[in-house]
């Protein structure tokens, strides 16, 4: 059974930092490639980021582009969003999802003073 | 960017009725066109993929068509457990990007 696990949400304030990291299991990790989508308080949903199973190729919305990385371990079956330069607006459910077929719980990080 | 419109935002539907959302490209996404149901607290669910393959486990009910710009999702002999908000998405090109929603609720 595929799941997927995020983690690493939480508070922080505009201009800080955070890194998630979605766990993954019940696939070939390394074989896939990964999305992070987000979702703000009662809007809609907003892809993120893009990486490729070796991660040779990574693409980004401009909304996050230079703030930032995607990234994967595929030793450990984990995939990751460093987040930088938090703003107000980056207040979202941040999903990690395979192929978008599977999706995670989400995990909440909200950025404010 | 190509930008995906739904229509319409939100619908009111009796238990029992067939319903019809729509969704629009601003360019040509061939059949790379996908369709999710939400429900509040929870992740998306994948209903749809290539406009009208039906996703493993997802009920017949829900059906999908449409090529190039225009599509369609329809949902036969609605169900409690189908009122939520859906969403398509194209997968042509990146960034990829979602409608804005539809959410059907119940009359």
């Known amino acids: 059974e595929v799941q997927l696990v995020e983690s690493g949400g939480g508070l922080v304030q505009p201009g800080g930092s955070l890194r998630l990291s979605c766990a993954a299991s019940?696939?070939?990790?390394?074989?896939?490639?990964m999305n992070w989508v987000r979702q703000a308080p009662g809007k809609g949903l907003e892809w993120v980021s893009y990486?490729?199973?070796?991660?040779?190729?990574?693409y980004y919305a401009d909304s996050v582009k230079g703030r930032f990385t995607i990234s994967r371990d595929n030793a450990k079956n984990s995939l990751y969003l460093q987040m930088n330069s938090l703003r107000d607006e980056d207040t979202a459910v941040y999903y990690c999802?395979?192929?978008?077929?599977?999706w995670g719980q989400g995990t909440l990080v909200t950025v404010s003073s | 960017d190509i930008q995906m419109t739904q229509s319409p935002s939100s619908l009111s539907a009796s238990v029992g009725d067939r319903v019809t959302i729509t969704c629009r490209a601003s360019?040509?996404?061939?059949?790379?066109l996908a369709w999710f149901q939400q429900k509040p607290g929870k992740a998306p669910k994948s209903l749809i993929y290539?406009?009208?393959s039906l996703q493993s486990g997802v009920p017949s009910k829900f059906s999908g068509s449409g090529s190039g710009t225009d599509f369609t999702l329809t949902i036969s002999s609605l169900q409690p457990e189908d009122f939520a908000t859906y969403y398509c998405?194209?997968?042509?090109?990146?960034?990829?990007?979602f409608g804005q929603g539809t959410r059907l609720e119940i009359k």
């Open positions: 990486i490729s199973s070796s991660s040779s190729t990574i």
């Open positions: 360019q040509g996404i061939s059949n790379y």
């Open positions: 998405q194209q997968y042509h090109s990146y960034p990829i990007t």
């Open positions: 019940g696939f070939i990790f390394s074989s896939y490639s």
């Open positions: 999802a395979l192929n978008f077929d599977y």
């Open positions: 290539a406009a009208s």
